[in-house]
């Protein structure tokens, strides 16, 4: 049949669509426009980014202006809600990322892999412009960033299938990385091979492990199919392209599978119509946030050995009208059966109710670490949904609850450590024993671990002896450079072996911040030395990691210096702090410090950390130890810790002072007659 004349051939409505789109494009800008300049208002008159009323009647108003001209009602509503969600993503931009242009972002994976196309929307969300490293593991794109090869890393921490991404939980728990951003992205799984096969003619599906287990359902409904997990999605799809195999397919982002030329032969094959993957990313430092941005504030913390501490802690939030989004346990690393827990609220750090609560969080839980603040994204299901998500937080903010009747305090310097702030006693867990409250606990061992044999021998009979912990320096503090500095980190694998062949938890000391992660991960406790009472950077590094921490007492030290010591380990986070007196210097020479006994008790009234004593370096000299010992039960101290060794004559540390085995028996001896 011959085309009228009249109508425009196809290349002509063709030309005229391309017009259209165009003009489309030019209303984008246009509207991109008046949302830097309402973004700029808004800056001036001081009012929240995010106004969901508005957002409600844009959508409200499109959607009625598309239905009345014959456009689909929902299209328009679905087209919108991106747009606005784009809008507030540049509104965020302009006041989070202002000094930014480019940034350099790692990803674990392949150019169009999920993990790569999600960076690029995340950075152009920001108006930012990204150069994107794809590298082939998760812990590769952790130490880009970690050592300031990249600026952010962009991973994956959760997805509505398959559920936390625990890897970067645990990067959170473990690194001084910070979250400083969030988006969500919607993944679509799709099925592709080189032809247009029927299902049961499939043999195999490549994919990335997480995207077989989010498609478990389709692949189980195809039982002559076997799964092959592939490092990268795009490397399923590139091998099932050159294999040109048709009984294979691989499951990948469209962008992907178009990429290399497959055929889809099915779409959207997930366990969920819609599966949505949550990104965080990771940078260095923490990005200080607008308070007219709404905010979501991560954290992980752990919780007391007391009844109903859960509890407590997320009353805490309740208490201060902050609205959790997401409440996820996770295992202790080395505490079998304990948990970690990672919460995510609504709020932002700035905020006087958030900073309040999170002072009292951090005298509630044992340990707490804040992994960042960041703007909270509008989430997909806006655009999906065809509804607006009530905004993160009301245009004003609600008064913040009252804050707990501060207490009368002793100092300045310390108030999370002090007994006003909390009257029951701290009982710090250090493996499987609990030291505070009732117990007594004996810390025993050498001064210095020598060799293997050495502490194998002496962990064997302090705990036959009825000691609890096996004690012994691998990083010693020596006097002079020339003494003998101790084992380092082949010692402490001497330490460890020992004492999990005694079946006891050790403790050793870190002398320097780089030295308290490796020794944290094979360690159940920190010792800090007295030389290094008030090395601040020490005390904070502990203060970042989930160990309990033995704070020794300087030498030259106050009770009220040796507190304010305390209180930095606990503003970090970490509440798992025993105090341990080990004698002052005085004008007395009889012994080699003076055991300041009186401090237990001052202690005691002054704090509810627990607190033991070390009446080796306190006497220094081998008969005050045991009687000293003994007295430190009598006047209330919560332990002890006590120099051990086979044949301490020939000691390379601290021999003068050291109990050989039998003198130890004789200690613990007298101990049982001892009571509080
Ligand atoms: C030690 O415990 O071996 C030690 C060096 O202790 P202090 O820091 O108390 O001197
Ligand atoms: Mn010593």
Known sequence: MAADPKSPSLAELRQQLDQTDDDIVRLLARRLQSIRLIAKAKAEQGSMI????????????????????GVSGPLARKIFSDLIDYSVSRQVGSLVDADRGDVTVAYQGQPLTYNQLAAEQYVAGRGLRGRFVGLSTLTQVIEQLSSGQVDLAFVPIENTVAGSVNQIYDVLRERDLHIVGEDSFKVELCLAAVADVPLPALRRIYSHPLALDQCSAFIDGLPQVQATPFADSRDAVRTVAEAKDPTLAAIGSPEAVRAHGLTILRGAVGNQDEILMRYVALARAPVPIDERVSCKTSLIFST?????????????????????TKLESRPRPNRPWEYMFFIDFEGNVVEPRVATALETLR????????????????????????????????????AAAPPAKPAA???????????????????VRVGDLLIGGEG????????SVESAEMITKTAQHVRGAGAHILRGGVFKPRTGPYAFQGLGLEGLDMLVAAGKAAGMPIVTEVMSPEQVRPVADKADMLQIGARNMQNFALLNAVGKVDRPVLLKRGMSSTVEEWLAAAEYILAQGNGQVVLCERGIRTFESATRNTLDLSAVVVLRERTHLPIIVDPSHGTGRRPYVAPMAWASRACGAHGIIVEVHPDPDKALSDGDQSLDYAGFVGLMQGLGRVRA
Request: glycine share 6%; net charge positive; charged share 25%.
């Open 440 to 447: 007594f606990v004996v810390i025993a061992g050498p001064c």
């Open 363 to 398: 005298a509630e839980a044992l340990y707490l670490k804040v992994l960042g603040c960041y703007p909270a994204k509008a989430t997909p299901q806006i655009a999906q949904a065809g509804e607006i998500k009530p905004a993160a937080e009301p245009a004003v903010a609600p």
């Open 50 to 69: 995010r106004d969901p009323e508005r957002e409600r009647d844009v959508l409200t108003r499109v959607e009625g202006l598309a239905t009345s001209l």
């Open 304 to 324: 007391r050995h007391e009844k109903g501490a859960l509890l407590r802690c997320l009353q805490v939030l309740a208490d201060h009208g902050l609205s959790m």
């Open 409 to 427: 305090r002793a100092s300045k310097h310390y108030k999370l450590a002090d007994r006003a702030t909390r009257s029951a006693d701290t009982i």
